[in-house]
């Protein structure tokens, strides 16, 4: 079946790095991607979303690109800080469907 | 705080036991979800309401039971449960169903740790 995963389960950067971290979606139809970041003992939290008519949408210290060619998403961190130590995953919205699909998550260790 | 409140926080139960979990969104959310977070696996849909009603059910076994009285509340009932249902389970609310409206951010609360002896 089709699904939303991530590439890698750990990512260790240094406090100021950049990070990236990586989300791959097979289904052609989803049009609405979402990044979440949960932190131990805390429910998910919205960090950024980006619809499909979309390559690149930033917020703060965060930017997130879309490429619908190789089906692949991202969220680049900027000058991770020990705060953004979480997990992060992706979520998608196919098309005509009411619910999100997620992926399995990416735990982001920042060292100071 | 995302507006969306969880009770309780942490709950143990025994398989025999009837316990009920609360949620509340304080965002004026038409829709609210049910999640079941288990270690190292994605976020599974439990349920789905919209303005009260339930719009999914995604094959989730009948001794858990969800109540939506009003747009702002929604409940899960459990019984009989399994040691295989202790995980985190998440509520999330969104202005419209996700695909309907001008905005599809869902917004979860922080979920009631349920361990099932």
């Known amino acids: 079946g089709e699904s939303v995963g991530l590439h890698l389960p750990t990512l260790s950067v240094q406090e100021g790095d950049n990070s990236i971290i990586n989300c791959a979606y097979s289904?052609?139809?989803?049009?609405?991607f979402i990044w979440y970041k949960q932190e131990s003992g805390k429910g998910p939290q919205f960090i950024i979303d980006?619809?499909?008519?979309?390559d690149k949408r930033q917020g703060q210290r965060v930017t997130v690109l879309l490429n619908k060619t190789v089906k692949h998403l991202s969220l680049q961190i900027a000058a991770t800080q020990p705060g953004d130590s979480a997990v992060y995953f992706c979520?998608?919205?196919?098309?005509?469907?009411?619910?999100?699909?997620f992926g399995k998550g990416t735990m982001l260790l920042v060292s100071p | 705080e995302t507006g969306v409140t969880q009770t309780p926080r942490h709950l143990v139960m025994g398989m025999t036991n009837k316990k009920s979990l609360k949620c509340e969104q304080h965002?004026?959310?038409?829709?609210m979800y049910w999640y079941k977070q288990s270690a190292k696996k994605p976020l599974e849909l439990m349920f789905v309401?919209?303005?009260?009603?339930?719009?999914e059910n995604n094959s989730v076994p009948s001794r858990f039971s969800p109540e939506c009285p009003n747009s702002s509340h929604l409940f899960l009932h459990l019984h009989t449960l399994q040691p295989e249902d202790s995980a985190l389970y998440l509520c999330?609310?969104?202005?419209?169903?996700?695909?309907?409206?001008?905005?599809?951010?869902?917004?979860f609360g922080p979920g009631t740790r349920l361990t099932v002896l």
């Open positions: 309401y919209n303005f009260k009603e339930q719009t």
């Open positions: 979520a998608e919205n196919i098309v005509g469907y009411s619910t999100l699909t």
């Open positions: 965002l004026g959310h038409n829709a």
């Open positions: 289904n052609s139809a989803s049009d609405y």
């Open positions: 980006i619809r499909s008519n979309m």
């Open positions: 999330a609310s969104s202005q419209d169903l996700i695909g309907q409206g001008s905005t599809d951010t869902q917004y």
